[in-house]
């Protein structure tokens, strides 16, 4: 008999333990798949967001990251957004290469329950659970007040811009012309075109363009530093590296060193690695315990490097 009471108390005592809930720590993590897509992975700048994605979902754990590179092209992109709501993944991060042409491979997969989290750059579409990025207006502003005080009586100003459609390349030209245009006597934009964030084509327009000028600009402010690197090859070949200044955006290794060595005058530090991380981190606690973002939209206040501060750059480590 006290076998048999011994017997019932310990499963008494088993059936009320398994009726208390597991603390967070004894929680088994739920496995997720996510799709991480980016515009073009020959962009060290691209590559670098996909390495930080893929870094923080490791960090995380459990997480199986699906890698989609857009290859410049939206019909690839959407494919890969199509390819994966097929496949069932859980959620998305996605980089898009154009505000409006991904809208809707990116809608439906909104509308089939799977979240996303767009990050850099804005898609067209509605019910985003969040968006993560740099305040791409304000890092435009940031080079047009460089502008001002490396040039505080005026300058004559070619800028070029990023990708047609790309909202960044909007909103950065935006910002530059916020702050320059506020005294237009004094800031003459003597050259503007688009340049695609490229750096081969950076080259080629910024040759062309002081081939067609009878007196080299003061500046050239860049949307991008792939186009800027492409840029100061053309000013190497003409002589006019420290005649000409030269201002990038988005803080890469290779442009950090051309601003140690001088040869660029600075570019606009965005912390790419901090928006992605955050933005799998939103993702993740949205798909692991239903929590929102309190604020749908994060945005980073850019900086601009120099020489004097160069040390603020994320990615200062990684300069030789």
Do not use: W
């Given at each position: ?33 996510i799709?991480a ?67 809707p ?17 804005r ?34 100003v ?10 960044p ?8 012309h ?11 934009f ?8 490229d ?37 190497k ?52 315990d ?31």
């Open positions: 008999m006290l076998r048999n009471l011994a017997r019932t108390a310990l499963l008494a005592v088993a059936t009320s333990l398994a009726l208390i809930p597991a603390t967070p720590a004894e929680a088994t993590s739920k496995h997720l798949t799709l897509s980016v515009p073009d992975l020959a962009f060290p700048f691209f590559v670098y967001m996909m390495g930080q994605i893929k870094d923080e979902a490791n960090r995380l754990g459990d997480i199986t990251v699906v890698e989609s590179d857009g290859q410049r092209s939206s019909p690839k992109q959407s494919a890969d957004l199509e390819a994966a709501i097929a496949k069932g993944v859980d959620g998305i991060v996605i980089n898009p290469n154009d505000f409006d042409a991904l809208a491979a990116l809608q439906e997969a909104i509308d089939s329950k799977i979240p996303a989290v767009t990050i850099d750059r898609a067209n579409v509605h019910g985003i659970l969040a968006h993560v990025s740099a305040d791409n207006v304000k890092g435009g502003e940031a080079q047009g007040q460089l502008v001002m005080k490396l040039f505080p009586n005026g300058a004559r070619m800028y070029l811009q990023g990708q047609s459609g790309a909202s390349a909007i909103d950065r030209s935006n910002g530059l916020n702050v320059l245009d506020k005294a237009p006597d004094k800031y003459k003597v050259f503007e075109d688009t340049a695609h964030f750096r081969a084509q950076g080259l080629s327009m910024t040759e062309s363009a002081l081939a067609g000028m009878q007196s080299p600009p003061d500046v050239i402010v860049c949307a991008n530093d792939d186009m800027a690197l492409g840029a100061l090859v053309a000013l070949s003409r002589n006019l590296v420290g005649k000409v200044a030269l201002i990038g955006f988005d803080a890469l290794p290779e442009a950090l060193e051309e601003v140690k060595a001088g040869n660029l005058t600075g570019t606009i530090e965005q912390k790419p690695g901090g928006q992605t991380r955050r933005a799998v981190e939103i993702l993740v606690a949205f798909l692991r239903g929590e929102k973002p309190t604020e749908q939209v994060t945005q980073l206040a850019p900086v601009a490097i120099t020489r004097d501060n160069i040390e603020e750059a994320e990615r200062i480590g990684e300069v030789k």
